[in-house]
């Protein structure tokens, strides 16, 4: 057997968490079975329920067994799962690395590849003949756009090549990563277990993109979706600048508003009483499969979250953190550049933008403000999609474990993902308080 000509330049990529690299160079990259059997961990980044889908997958030539069996690449490099994985916010885009082995990998006995992932109940065709590499879609393969035209179409773009047991390190011909940071981390690494270093190159490799950027917003080198590292490390400068904004300026800066109490106030009887709020009045946005009018969706959360528990027996400043929450929490959904009418698309990254866009509000816009409340107010504007995300999308929950104080931010950041979801989604939203009530006790038993 041999590769067909149209096919012997190709490449195939497993990416995977730069923590889990030191563990490869020791023992090569192994399928899930074997790194079972041997005991060996990994640093996890892949859906939970996918995995389980995969585990009981039967591979139907090669040596058979699970897909769980193999160690899995993908053929393609603009790859929806990594998109999944990013919109998770389970993992930093920074610390992802591509490894590549040359597509000659197909000739080892036991290789067997698939014309769609593997990541569905129906299965995929599964190949061990070369010649039937012909068979996949290698338009959507090699495809550079973010977006597919069908599920289908999707699914055959993750076509899989998938290698028995272990892949020697001594294989991986190429390691794509993110910067110079993360190359010389590689290198070290390497250097330290004294083994030689596959090549390391930056995207594009051979012309190929791997990684998703904010680039059509000019933001070339900044990850489309923050992670958790990232986010937390945002979170804490964002508290840390407003707090030493607020003591620099001292009584020079004249703000507007007294207090909170004043600042809501004048929100509720103006939505575009500050420059952020006006941003996003009566826009009309796509996130997650649905289009909402901002306006709209802050009041509705605004008037949900007075009739939450958590908010009624809530101290007054509490109460106010809270309301001012809802009011700002998508205020990092305002476009650069906006056309009147146009419906603009979000990204999951918007909790993060509409946190740093505290800054100036929180340091100009109200005299009296305590460190607490400053806190408190980030807190809940750049986290009010974590508890929803946790109980719901598979998110991690040391997340929450590893930012919150105490069991009233708990209660805090639930009144703020409740308010957010429609009283008519009663399952979703009694889902969603027992799994906060579940995250609650344990929180309180660490």
């Known amino acids: 057997m041999s590769i067909p000509s149209d096919h012997q330049d190709k490449f195939a990529y497993h990416f995977t968490h730069f923590a889990n690299l030191d563990s490869i160079i020791r023992h090569g990259l192994l399928a899930n079975n074997e790194k079972d059997r041997r005991r060996i961990g990994h640093r996890n980044i892949a859906s939970m329920s996918v995995q389980r889908r995969r585990s009981r997958m039967n591979v139907t030539c090669g040596r058979g067994g699970t897909v769980h069996d193999y160690v899995p690449f993908y053929f393609c490099s603009v790859n929806p799962m990594l998109l999944s994985v990013l919109n998770a916010k389970n993992v930093d885009q920074q610390f992802l690395l591509f490894l590549c082995v040359p597509i000659q990998i197909l000739l080892q006995e036991g290789t067997v590849f698939t014309d769609a992932s593997a990541n569905t109940t129906d299965p995929p065709n599964f190949y061990d003949d070369p010649a039937d590499l012909d068979r996949l879609n290698w338009t959507a393969i090699n495809s550079r756009k973010w977006s597919v035209g069908s599920d289908e179409e999707r699914h055959q773009r993750m076509a899989e090549l998938m290698i028995y047991k272990k892949v020697p390190i001594e294989n991986i011909t190429h390691i ?89 106030a004048a929100i509720a009887a103006d939505f575009s009483a ?173």
């Not at 998703?212 to 070339?220: L, M």
């Not at 508290?239 to 007294?258: C, F, L, M, Q, T």
């Not at 796509?286 to 908010?311: F, P, Q, S, W």
């Not at 866009?357 to 806190?375: C, F, G, N, P, Q």
Request: aromatic share 8%.
């Open 176 to 264: 794509v990563t993110w910067n110079t940071v993360m190359q010389n981390n590689i290198l070290e690494l390497f250097a330290r277990r004294k083994v030689p270093a596959p090549t390391i190159e930056f995207d594009p490799f051979q012309g190929r993109h791997f990684y998703f950027t904010k680039f059509g917003s000019g933001q070339d080198r900044e990850s489309l979706v923050t992670g958790p590292h990232f986010f937390k490390q945002s979170f804490e400068n964002t508290v840390a600048e407003i707090r030493d904004n607020r003591a620099a300026a001292g009584s020079k800066v004249v703000r507007p508003y007294h207090n909170l109490r004043e600042l809501l």
């Open 274 to 446: 500050i420059d952020e709020m006006a941003d996003v009045f009566d826009l009309e946005v796509a996130y997650g499969g649905r289009i909402h009018n901002v306006t709209d969706h802050t009041l509705a959360m605004v008037e949900r979250i007075k009739k939450d528990a958590a908010y009624r027996y809530a101290k007054p400043e509490d109460k106010q953190i809270m309301l001012l929450a809802c009011y700002l929490h998508g205020i990092g959904k305002a476009p650069l550049n906006q056309t009147a009418g146009e419906i603009h698309k979000i990204f999951a990254d918007y909790p993060r933008d509409s946190m740093e866009k505290l800054v100036r509000l929180l340091t100009m816009e109200v005299a009296e403000l305590s460190d607490y409340a400053i806190r408190k107010v980030a807190l809940l504007v750049g986290y009010h999609d974590l508890v929803s995300d946790i109980v719901l999308r598979e998110r991690e929950e040391e997340q929450l474990f590893d930012l919150v104080t105490d069991e009233k931010e708990v209660d805090m950041l639930t009144a703020v993902a409740l308010a957010g979801i429609d009283e008519k989604e009663s399952f979703t939203r009694a889902t969603l308080k027992r799994g906060a009530k579940a995250l609650r006790k344990k929180l309180k038993g660490r």
